[in-house]
């Protein structure tokens, strides 16, 4: 594509590196920048730029936080003693929508995944079983809820080994069938999970 | 939904005034760029702020432009006694990817849209015309490539009787079934100006 201004070429090209935003949308929406008052533009970078100027991680947790201990950690209210190990804050995000969960989190910063060389030390995993072992006991379960893909079932099974010293229940989020789900639309893979995983009807 | 820093919150907000991106778009490219090099944020925001600060209009033309006169007002190889009346900059890029015009352009800025605020006055009509004006009968063809909307026709009705006192053709782009489009399926407007505007084969 030929663009009438270089300023434009260099901001839809810079726009376009954003996941799922190729270069017609980009230009879209440079020239919605354009066209609109300039104070929207610089409103626009300047949160990015505080965003990213600021942003900090909880010590415990390593979420995203504004304070040195994230709201979560710092809750009175929360189970101190259950710590829920997820990939990234999308989830600690997508948990606390559910509001079934009062525990604390444990964020990794992804999975393990040889094919990207992330390895376990790219992770926060030393982290989380430093925090288990000065827990002194404290902790009592660690409930895995990463995705279930191959670099998820790696990541989960490293953890339990790295684990298994410590006298806590390492549990898993439970797979199965959607809530909503068709029995006959469901993978095989997930349906016999979910036959084996079958509980108690109560 | 909850955030867990005021910063990604803020950011959110911002990213999501952009045109056709929701709350969970921006928050998942919010949190891409937090996951990424800081630099990335730095050479987005930048590429923005610069387009915002330096970005100019061909004075002529008013196509966005590096310079005072576009590069299509000051190529010797574009025919100057024909002008293309578009409403946007993006209308420009298109009919360039033609290759099949090689006049110059007079980008209006948008249509005019009672129901929007828009009136003539907020358009580049008055600078179209006192363009036409100071050619002193050098322009030949004006040709009106509108949308085909209603404030299109508007538009294209109010340009038409402003340049009547000139003696120029003013001619609109053809309005028909588009090439590969199925007859079948042919809404009754436009198949209908297709017929009204049927060309000689030959």
Same mark, same amino acid.
């Given at each position: ?11 839809? =090209? ?11 949308? +980009? ?26 100027? =600021?942003?900090?991680?909880?010590? @415990?947790?390593? =979420? ?29 995000? +997508?948990?606390?929508? @559910?509001?079934?969960? %009062? ?34 006991? +404290? ?5 895995? %809820? ?7 079932? @790696?990541? %989960? ?16 989020? %439970? ?14 893979? @997930? ?10 009807? =109560?």
């Amino acid at each position: 594509m030929e663009y009438p201004s270089k300023l434009i070429e260099d901001a839809v =090209n810079e726009v376009s590196k954003l996941p799922g935003i190729g270069k017609k949308t +980009a230009l879209r929406l440079v020239l919605h920048l354009v066209k609109e008052n300039e104070n929207k533009t610089y409103a626009l970078t300047n949160a990015l730029n505080k965003l990213r100027e =600021n942003i900090r991680f909880c010590d @415990t947790c390593h =979420n995203i936080s504004d304070e040195e201990e994230c709201s979560i950690c710092r809750s009175q209210r929360r189970e101190k003693s259950i710590i829920c190990v997820v990939e990234e804050t999308q989830d600690v995000m +997508a948990i606390e929508n @559910t509001s079934q969960y %009062a525990g604390v989190y444990h964020v990794l910063g992804g999975v393990i995944s040889p094919m990207n060389g992330i390895g376990p030390s790219d992770l926060k995993i030393d982290s989380l079983v430093s925090r288990v072992a000065q827990a002194n006991g +404290a902790i009592k379960e660690i409930i895995l %809820a990463l995705s279930p893909t191959m670099e998820g079932d @790696t990541t %989960a099974f490293y953890l339990n080994r790295r684990l298994k010293d410590f006298t806590l229940k390492v549990t898993s989020i %439970a797979r199965g069938v959607p809530v909503g789900g068709d029995l006959e639309y469901t993978d095989e893979i @997930t349906l016999g999970r979910s036959i084996l995983g079958r509980t108690l009807f =109560n």
